[in-house]
């Protein structure tokens, strides 16, 4: 049963298609960022039997826009600001289409010579990019999740004085993994796929700016010690996902070597601001990580799913995931001709490295760098007001992360009162749409967290957020 229409037919509705992604991206700003969907409603359209007969792709066109396209949160809009996300510049989104449709399985050189050169080519991009070694090795990943849970596999083999691949966990000391209590969760989830136990993370505490208290970093290590644990790595923040705050690299790198640690750098936000001339500084030490994991699908504005581990030594990655089947051994040499499916986890891999290639090449870095210092000045004109504002409080800003609260002009008696006016005023801003913004604890304090990886922000649109916050403000009284 062949599946094709005549080829006619497919391009009229390739067509239809640019048409609908052309009508998505225009006006963006005037789009309802937040569709508020009903639950009930949402579950009844895509509650329905498995289909036993065919639909017209026209048909399921139109749907798609109809309720697929309504009942999703618009985060190319720039009035998004819960998360750091991607804004999905039009480049990436054809080079994604289009390996889409060639449909190459990027998994060995034999699958696809073009998609492993690219990819090869992309990650050393990566490391000069972002500043960590521009002979850096490294393979893309679905995301910072696995790319942090990558890192960690690496520093897990390496770390062990037995092979773990071969002997497994039982026969070594017990591991211990250190990360500042802002860490983001998923190094959480990795320590709890690796088998280490979530009770051996040990989250330090971390000093007013929310980085990470290096004295007592080392102290933990020393008592670890002490007990007979085995230290195994200090994960550092280069832009913690509730804040922006960075960790200080360099000491970290200097105590990972008294220790003999892996290092390794959750970048998966910050990352693409730390080669930044502006930013530079706050990144030292960023260089000496063992591993660094980075998320392309937040601030270098390429679709989901797109993340990468970076490390200095490729072989590191194939000690880890080299295995070779019976009918995957080619008689090519592995230095020349990059199997990319021994630097990971994957079998089989899109070719992410495309949207990644067609974003680089279409803007350089020199505009991406742009774009992104962008987002920083965008997000410093919103401190700016709202510490000119009487109304409104800055708690915390870093990198392009803005986390204030709203305090009115009236007088508010405890924190738990400020606590409830916020979440009253987060809840308020999604029922109305126009601008969609979420809270994070910090210290006990809920505070509204504004964050921007989004080169269609600009400053007339974080005014337009304080707008309407003020008006959305008044019926929380
Ligand atoms: C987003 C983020 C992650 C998780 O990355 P995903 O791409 O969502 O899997 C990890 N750490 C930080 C600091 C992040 O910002």
Redesign the pocket.
């Given at each position: 049963m062949n599946l094709d229409q005549p080829i006619s037919h497919f391009r009229t509705q390739l067509y239809q298609v640019a048409d609908m992604v052309a009508e998505l991206y225009t006006e963006t700003e005037k789009q309802k960022v937040f569709s508020n969907p009903n639950s009930l409603k949402v579950k009844e359209i895509f509650n329905e039997p498995i289909p036993l007969t065919a639909s017209s792709i026209e048909d399921l066109l139109h749907k798609i826009k109809e309720e697929v396209f309504i009942n999703s949160t618009k985060h190319y809009s720039p009035h998004f600001y819960p998360w750091?996300t991607s804004c999905a510049s039009q480049a990436s989104i054809l080079g994604d289409f289009l390996a889409t449709a060639l449909n190459v399985n990027a998994t060995t050189w034999m699958n696809s010579a073009a998609a492993s050169e690219v990819e090869k080519q992309v990650v050393q991009w990566i490391g000069e990019f972002i500043g960590y070694d521009s002979k850096a090795s490294g393979v893309l990943v679905s995301?910072?999740?696995?790319a942090?849970l990558t890192g960690l596999t690496l520093a897990r083999k390496q770390m062990a004085v037995q092979d773990i691949s071969q002997v497994g966990l039982k026969h070594t000391q017990q591991f211990t993994v250190y990360a500042s209590e802002q860490t983001?969760f998923?190094i959480d989830k990795s320590i709890i796929t690796l088998g280490i136990g979530k009770q051996y993370l040990r989250k330090i505490k971390t000093l007013h700016n929310y980085t990470i208290d290096l004295i007592q970093l080392e102290h933990q290590i020393k008592t670890d010690i002490a007990k007979g644990f085995k230290p195994m790595c200090v994960v550092g923040?280069a832009?913690?996902?509730n804040s922006g705050a960075i960790d200080p690299l360099e000491s970290i790198s200097s105590i990972c070597k008294k220790y003999n640690l892996w290092f390794h750098i959750?970048a998966?936000?910050g990352g693409c601001a730390a080669n930044l001339p502006d930013t530079r500084e706050l990144f030292k030490g960023f260089e000496k990580a063992d591993s660094v994991a980075v998320?392309l699908?937040?601030w270098l504005f390429v679709p989901f799913e797109a993340?990468c581990v970076l490390v200095k030594d490729k072989e590191h990655l194939r000690q880890t995931f080299k295995l070779v089947p019976e009918y995957q051994k080619f008689d090519y040499d592995a230095e020349e001709k990059v199997d990319f499916s021994e630097y990971s986890f994957q079998q089989s891999r899109n070719f992410k490295a495309l949207k990644v290639w067609m974003n680089f090449k279409t803007y350089g870095q020199t505009k991406l760098k742009s774009a992104i210092k962008g987002s920083i000045t965008v997000m410093n004109h919103l401190t700016k007001i709202v510490e000119e504002s009487s109304d409104f409080e800055l708690i915390t800003h870093g990198l392009s992360i803005v986390c204030f609260r709203y305090i009115g002009n009236y007088k508010i008696e405890s924190l738990q009162q400020i606590n409830e006016i916020n979440l009253k005023l987060v809840k308020l801003s999604e029922i109305d749409g126009r601008v969609f913004i979420r809270d994070t604890n910090l210290n006990g304090m809920i505070v509204l967290r504004a964050c921007c990886t989004n080169f269609r922000r600009e400053k007339k649109h974080v005014e337009y957020l304080i707008k309407i916050l003020r008006d959305l403000a008044k019926k929380t009284k």
């Amino acid at each position: 049963m062949n599946l094709d229409q005549p080829i006619s037919h497919f391009r009229t509705q390739l067509y239809q298609v640019a048409d609908m992604v052309a009508e998505l991206y225009t006006e963006t700003e005037k789009q309802k960022v937040f569709s508020n969907p009903n639950s009930l409603k949402v579950k009844e359209i895509f509650n329905e039997p498995i289909p036993l007969t065919a639909s017209s792709i026209e048909d399921l066109l139109h749907k798609i826009k109809e309720e697929v396209f309504i009942n999703s949160t618009k985060h190319y809009s720039p009035h998004f600001y819960p998360w750091v996300t991607s804004c999905a510049s039009q480049a990436s989104i054809l080079g994604d289409f289009l390996a889409t449709a060639l449909n190459v399985n990027a998994t060995t050189w034999m699958n696809s010579a073009a998609a492993s050169e690219v990819e090869k080519q992309v990650v050393q991009w990566i490391g000069e990019f972002i500043g960590y070694d521009s002979k850096a090795s490294g393979v893309l990943v679905s995301g910072g999740s696995t790319a942090n849970l990558t890192g960690l596999t690496l520093a897990r083999k390496q770390m062990a004085v037995q092979d773990i691949s071969q002997v497994g966990l039982k026969h070594t000391q017990q591991f211990t993994v250190y990360a500042s209590e802002q860490t983001h969760f998923c190094i959480d989830k990795s320590i709890i796929t690796l088998g280490i136990g979530k009770q051996y993370l040990r989250k330090i505490k971390t000093l007013h700016n929310y980085t990470i208290d290096l004295i007592q970093l080392e102290h933990q290590i020393k008592t670890d010690i002490a007990k007979g644990f085995k230290p195994m790595c200090v994960v550092g923040n280069a832009g913690t996902v509730n804040s922006g705050a960075i960790d200080p690299l360099e000491s970290i790198s200097s105590i990972c070597k008294k220790y003999n640690l892996w290092f390794h750098i959750d970048a998966a936000y910050g990352g693409c601001a730390a080669n930044l001339p502006d930013t530079r500084e706050l990144f030292k030490g960023f260089e000496k990580a063992d591993s660094v994991a980075v998320d392309l699908h937040k601030w270098l504005f390429v679709p989901f799913e797109a993340g990468c581990v970076l490390v200095k030594d490729k072989e590191h990655l194939r000690q880890t995931f080299k295995l070779v089947p019976e009918y995957q051994k080619f008689d090519y040499d592995a230095e020349e001709k990059v199997d990319f499916s021994e630097y990971s986890f994957q079998q089989s891999r899109n070719f992410k490295a495309l949207k990644v290639w067609m974003n680089f090449k279409t803007y350089g870095q020199t505009k991406l760098k742009s774009a992104i210092k962008g987002s920083i000045t965008v997000m410093n004109h919103l401190t700016k007001i709202v510490e000119e504002s009487s109304d409104f409080e800055l708690i915390t800003h870093g990198l392009s992360i803005v986390c204030f609260r709203y305090i009115g002009n009236y007088k508010i008696e405890s924190l738990q009162q400020i606590n409830e006016i916020n979440l009253k005023l987060v809840k308020l801003s999604e029922i109305d749409g126009r601008v969609f913004i979420r809270d994070t604890n910090l210290n006990g304090m809920i505070v509204l967290r504004a964050c921007c990886t989004n080169f269609r922000r600009e400053k007339k649109h974080v005014e337009y957020l304080i707008k309407i916050l003020r008006d959305l403000a008044k019926k929380t009284k």
